[in-house]
């Protein structure tokens, strides 16, 4: 079945430093892939997402690729804010369009 | 921007007492789903609705959990009886009907936190 996998956490970083992600996936046919943002307390929230090979979706200084070559949708971020902390989860919604799975979620934490 | 709604945001009940759970999506929205999040996992999907009708039930535990959404609106998500192992994040989440289902975006209300004791 389709599967997503993120690196674990938690990633530690400074105010103003470079985030990346990894996020990467195992499924059939043509997914959309997504990046979901839980701030504590809260519910997920779409952070972007894209739908085919090579698309970019972009939010809020955050990107990501879609590359079908290396079934890959890493996350990245040029520089981190404090408010920037949450857990973010990889998620992939299947051709059929009836089954979003998620990664394990990755904790971020940025310090001032 | 419109939001899915749930309440309660917080439930704290005692083992073996029954608790519900109440949704609202998007205006529009014709596709319903039920998440349950355990601490520190990712969420899964116990039930998904098509207007009123479900649509896939296969990971509701049927001995404790049902689900109805009798207009095709709100949806209410029932536990009876709780146990422990029930503690998680329950959330909704629903989607519009783009006409290219595998671009259809879910979108997530804030979830209810339960507590089992």
């Known amino acids: 079945g389709d599967s997503v996998t993120q690196m674990e956490g938690p990633v530690t970083l400074s105010e103003e430093a470079f985030l990346t992600i990894n996020c990467t996936y195992t499924?059939?046919?043509?997914?959309?892939l997504f990046w979901y943002v839980q701030y504590p307390g809260e519910g997920l929230q779409l952070l972007l997402k894209?739908?085919?090979?090579?698309d970019k979706g972009s939010n809020k200084g955050f990107e990501a690729t879609y590359r079908k070559e290396t079934t890959s949708f890493h996350l990245e971020k040029g520089s981190v804010q404090v408010s920037d902390s949450a857990v973010y989860f990889c998620a992939l919604l299947n051709n059929a369009g009836n089954m979003l799975t998620f990664g394990g979620g990755t904790r971020l934490m940025v310090k001032p | 921007e419109a939001e899915v709604a749930q309440s309660p945001r917080y439930k704290i009940t005692e083992k073996s007492q029954a608790v519900a759970f109440w949704c609202d999506p998007i205006?529009?929205?014709?596709?319903l789903y039920w998440y349950r999040q355990i601490l520190g996992q990712g969420p899964e999907l116990l039930v998904q609705?098509?207007?009123?009708?479900?649509?896939?039930d296969s990971q509701l535990p049927k001995d404790r959990f049902s689900a109805e959404r009798l207009k095709g609106v709100d949806s209410t998500l029932k536990i009876q009886p709780a146990e422990l192992g029930d503690s998680a994040m329950y959330l909704c989440?629903?989607?519009?009907?783009?006409?290219?289902?595998?671009?259809?975006?879910?979108?997530f209300g804030p979830g209810t936190r339960l507590t089992v004791l």
């Open positions: 499924a059939t046919g043509y997914p959309s």
């Open positions: 609705f098509q207007d009123e009708s479900v649509v896939d």
């Open positions: 205006s529009g929205h014709a596709t």
């Open positions: 894209a739908t085919k090979a090579d």
């Open positions: 989440a629903s989607s519009g009907t783009s006409g290219e289902p595998r671009t259809d975006t879910q979108y």
